[in-house]
């Protein structure tokens, strides 16, 4: 969110153009990954955005089931 307040007057889809994104909207982008693949256990180096999102959804799928 400190990243966003820097722009203002810039849209949502300016911000978040993955040519033209801000180097510090990024840069907190990528930390915010980073915190949420250790908080799942997953290995940051060998995770994609997919497998990350397939996994997700199996463990949703998971809790839902059992319910």
Known sequence: ???R???PDAS???LYD???MPPELRKAH???DK???Q???FSIKDMTESKCVAELMRMYQ???SNT
């Open 1 to 3: 969110m400190d990243a």
């Open 5 to 7: 307040v820097l722009y």
């Open 12 to 14: 949502l889809a300016d």
């Open 18 to 20: 993955e040519t033209a």
């Open 30 to 32: 990528q930390q915010n």
């Open 35 to 37: 915190a949420v693949m």
């Open 39 to 41: 908080a799942y256990g």
């Open 62 to 64: 998971k809790i839902i």
